[in-house]
Structure formats: C-alpha cells, structure tokens
C-alpha cells in the first residue's frame, strides 16, 4: 500500500501555531510515502513567510513531496518582482528548482502542473502546450500506478459557487488527461474539500483539500488535510481517501473515509 499526505494552502503569514504543531504531529504518525503541497504556502509571498514556511516544510517526515505555487505565492504589491521574477522569492525561500515537480515510485506517478500566472492576480489557467505535455507524460506511465496530477486552483468544482475558480482550459484539460489514463486530480485554492466523480464514466476523481494551517477557514470547512492510499493487489486497484480536521483543541481527527472507484 501506498499512502500520499495532500496539504494545501498552508497560507503561511495567518498560520496558527497550534494547527501547525498538531498538523506535524499527525504527519509524523502517519509516515506518508509521499506529500503533496498543492500552492499558497504563504499569504502574500513575502522573505519572512517562505522562512517560515521552509521550517515547516523541513520539520515534515522526510518522505518524497511535490511542491507547487499558488497564487499567493507570486508577489502581489511588489510590480516589478510580480513582472520580471515572480517565482523568485518562492524559488529562493524554499530551494524549489522546478516549477512543474514530479513524482516518479514505483506505485504512484504524481505530476505537478503550474496553473498560476504572473498575470492572473486569482485565476489559473492550463495551456494547451501543458495540456499537450502532460497528456503525452500520462500515456507513458505504467497502468498499474496511480497517475495524480497536481494543480493549485481546481479543475472541477463540486459547489456551483465555486465554479468560477476553475482554471481556464480545465474541461480541454479533464478530457485529454482522463482519456490519457489519469485517476486523481489534486488541488486546493477554494479551502473547500471534497471528492468528485468525473465524467464520463465516473473513474478519474477530483479530490479538493481544505486550508491545512490557516486562519482563513471558511464556514462548515475546518483546517484539513487529505490521506489518499493506494493498493493493487490480483490486478485490482483500490484507493481510498480519509480527510483529518482539526478539532478546534489540539490535533486533526479522522472523518469516514471514502473508497474512490478506478478503471
């Protein structure tokens, strides 16, 4: 079995201290095969927020990540970094070399796929030369592994208020992806957590995660993170996925988990 961590928008800069001492604890418990960090892992992209970032990061079990940018992680109010180096101080704070990670074991391809653009102060958006790529990178991949590709802002939305944080290009994009043979589609953005079905056949899935560490909640959603594991046994492949929310006290707590159908 294999087992993957999902965290996003970590929003370092509004995090609380206590959320973030019961996430590690909680990280260290589970020994995750890999973690998944899918963008905003500071508010507003400054020097002091990806230090404190990368002691976080460095304080995680020392399993394979992925690590992607949010928006937020691209300088808002400093112009000309935004224009001419927008990813430098995310580079630089937490010694990121690609800005498309991935993650290639022996059970679990895992692709990042930047969705931010210095352009875009909120929206993402896939191009078609990323569409063209991945899907080719998809087709190469091994059919017993677990093909996840990693975006910051969703490409399915589960609430119809949220349908306008979509990554432009994503219906282009679910379609090439899914036909090329990939099972889950990991993001946050929204800090709404969820699990979607996708069509047409309802065997590739959109799995959302919550705001791991942040004050910036939103209502009925707490601090969350994502557990996915995954399993092939006699040719049968099975994932399951089980969100931990913060209690309000002193840890995360597991909710029900939820069997997610593959081809």
Same mark, same amino acid.
């Given at each position: 079995? #294999?087992r993957i =961590?999902h965290?996003s928008?970590?929003?370092?800069?509004?995090?609380?201290p206590?959320v973030v001492e019961a996430?590690? $604890?909680? $990280?260290h418990?589970?020994?995750?095969?890999a973690?998944v960090l899918?963008? *905003?892992i500071?508010?507003?992209a400054t020097v +002091?927020?990806?230090?404190?970032?990368?002691?976080?990061?460095?304080?995680l079990p020392?399993s394979?990540r /992925?690590?992607?940018?949010?928006?937020? *992680?691209?300088?808002l109010?400093?112009?000309?970094q935004r224009?001419? !180096?927008?990813y430098?101080?995310y580079?630089?704070? =937490?010694?990121? &070399?690609?800005?498309?990670?991935? =993650?290639?074991?022996? #059970?679990?391809?895992?692709?990042?796929? %930047?969705s @931010?653009?210095?352009?875009?102060h909120i929206?993402?958006e896939?191009s078609?030369?990323?569409?063209?790529?991945v899907a %080719?990178?998809?087709?190469?991949?091994?059919r017993? $592994?677990? %093909?996840?590709? &990693? @975006?910051?802002q969703?490409?399915?939305? $589960?609430?119809?208020? *949220?349908?306008h944080?979509?990554?432009h290009?994503a219906?282009?994009?679910?379609?090439?992806?899914? +036909?090329?043979g990939?099972d889950?589609? /990991?993001?946050?953005?929204?800090?709404?957590?969820f699990a979607?079905?996708?069509?047409p056949?309802?065997?590739?899935?959109? &799995?959302n995660?919550?705001t791991? &560490?942040? !004050?910036?909640v939103?209502?009925g959603?707490?601090n969350s993170?994502?557990?996915i +594991?995954?399993a092939? +046994?006699?040719?049968?492949?099975?994932?399951r996925?089980?969100?931990?929310a913060?209690?309000?006290?002193?840890?995360?707590?597991a909710?029900?988990p939820?069997? =997610?159908?593959?081809?």
């Amino acid at each position: 079995m #294999s087992r993957i =961590l999902h965290l996003s928008d970590t929003h370092f800069g509004t995090e609380q201290p206590a959320v973030v001492e019961a996430l590690l $604890a909680l $990280a260290h418990a589970l020994a995750p095969d890999a973690i998944v960090l899918s963008g *905003d892992i500071t508010q507003r992209a400054t020097v +002091e927020q990806f230090r404190r970032a990368r002691v976080f990061l460095d304080a995680l079990p020392p399993s394979p990540r /992925l690590v992607l940018a949010g928006n937020h *992680d691209v300088p808002l109010f400093a112009f000309w970094q935004r224009l001419f !180096t927008p990813y430098r101080r995310y580079r630089q704070g =937490l010694g990121v &070399v690609d800005l498309e990670p991935r =993650l290639l074991l022996p #059970s679990l391809r895992v692709i990042g796929v %930047k969705s @931010t653009r210095r352009r875009r102060h909120i929206d993402g958006e896939i191009s078609p030369r990323q569409i063209d790529s991945v899907a %080719k990178v998809l087709g190469e991949q091994p059919r017993e $592994a677990l %093909k996840i590709v &990693v @975006t910051h802002q969703p490409l399915w939305a $589960a609430r119809p208020q *949220d349908l306008h944080n979509r990554c432009h290009g994503a219906e282009a994009a679910l379609q090439r992806w899914v +036909e090329a043979g990939a099972d889950l589609f /990991l993001a946050g953005h929204i800090h709404w957590p969820f699990a979607a079905a996708l069509p047409p056949d309802g065997q590739a899935w959109a &799995v959302n995660a919550g705001t791991a &560490v942040s !004050t910036r909640v939103r209502p009925g959603a707490p601090n969350s993170v994502n557990v996915i +594991e995954y399993a092939r +046994e006699a040719g049968i492949r099975t994932c399951r996925l089980q969100s931990f929310a913060w209690n309000g006290l002193d840890r995360f707590e597991a909710e029900p988990p939820q069997a =997610l159908g593959l081809r």
